[in-house]
């Protein structure tokens, strides 16, 4: 606060100078690096049979139904918008005149129903409020739904956004559900049953455009969960327990996840080849370099997220079933390959022993993990750590 002069006069603040121009967020180079972040967020989580992306050439009308379809909420700390472009404003905006929008905004699945039989493909947009939909702190949230002072006590959706996807997909098997939330769902019959799902988290006021652009094919999604997604809250440990080797996150949990950490898709596919660590052996002071291929084998140009992995061979002491320790997010053109490298240092191999009070870096094998998920292991190769 005193670096932005927050706790001085407004004489005495520079920033109080600007004054040409129109205000910072509505410049179009802040708008066009809100909209950058809001595609980069966004995770493809279900594809099948290529559905997405859409060819507006190919589509004389689309339904755009959902609680979440019209609005960009905010949250606690967000702030007042400048401007905000909805879902609906944005595929509206990205396929124009040419293509007939039907939309239903409210939660009248009647209506939803008969926009999804009028329409070629229909998008479904549901998902969580961050403050539930009041301004005031405290209050009341539907049980799937939590903010600030209120925890969830169910990770499944509302019954009404169930049964709306549920009846959305029935007038029109060509359904995409948006999930708009700050955080995992329980989707289980959508993932078993819809074609495509797209995740976006909230308060952007570019969140219409950006999703637009992801749905229509100008933007190839390359997002990631950034948290495992549980099936079910018996797939966790009570909430009470706050020790991760109970069964938490993606380093303890043994389950099938619905979705598993640093999972996205892509509409283009990658390979991994020549996974390269620089020795076979590093010290407990050392450090070593690990190098991987990746070849972009589609036929758009898109970004992977590749990831790096360890899991301990033969420690003293129970440690996670694998971490990750380095990712990059690498952009490949069509048919491109490029050699990514992941420093990696002994100290980093160490854990906590509580009765030496340090970090110990112990004599043992150490598999090395490179993928595209910590469930989507593409290559491995083991070294040797210690004396």
Known sequence: MIKLGMLDPPEMVPYTQIKDGPEPPTREENKLLVRQVTQESI??????????????????????????????????????????????????????????VNFALNNDNNAAVDAAKASDVAIVVIGSHPTCGTNQFGG????????????????????????????VFKANPKTIVVLKSSFPFAINWAQ????????????????????ADVLFGDYN????????????????????????????????????????????LSYTTFAYTNLRPSSSHMGKDGQMNITVSVHNTGKR??????????????????????????????????????????????????????????WVVEDEKVNLMVGASSADVKLQQTISVGS
């Open 43 to 100: 995770v493809l989580l279900k594809n099948q049979n290529s559905l997405l992306p859409l060819d507006k050439s190919k589509l004389k009308s689309i339904a755009v139904v959902g609680q979440r379809s019209n609005d960009v909420a905010w949250d606690w700390y967000s702030g007042a918008y400048p401007y905000a472009i909805t879902p609906l404003d944005g595929i509206k905006s990205k396929v124009g005149a040419g293509v007939q």
């Open 140 to 167: 009341k949230c539907d049980p799937s739904d939590g903010k600030e002072s209120i925890d969830r006590t169910s990770i499944d959706l509302q019954p009404v956004q169930e049964q709306l996807i549920k009846d």
């Open 192 to 211: 078993e049953n819809v074609p495509a799902i797209v995740h976006m988290a909230h308060n952007s006021q570019e969140e219409g455009n950006a999703l």
């Open 221 to 264: 999604p390359a997002g990631r969960t950034n948290q495992t997604w549980v099936k079910s809250l018996s797939d966790l440990p009570p909430m009470m327990d706050y020790n991760l080797r109970d069964g938490r996150t993606y380093m303890y949990f043994k389950g099938q996840p619905l979705y598993p950490f640093g999972y996205g």
């Open 301 to 358: 140009e898109g970004q992977e997220v590749v990831q790096l992995y360890v899991a301990h061979m033969g420690s003293k002491v129970e440690r996670p079933i694998k971490e990750l320790k380095g990712f990059q997010r690498v952009t490949l053109k069509a048919g491109e390959t490029k050699i990514l490298l992941f420093p990696l240092k002994a100290k980093d191999l160490a854990y906590w022993d509580e009765q030496k009070k340090q």
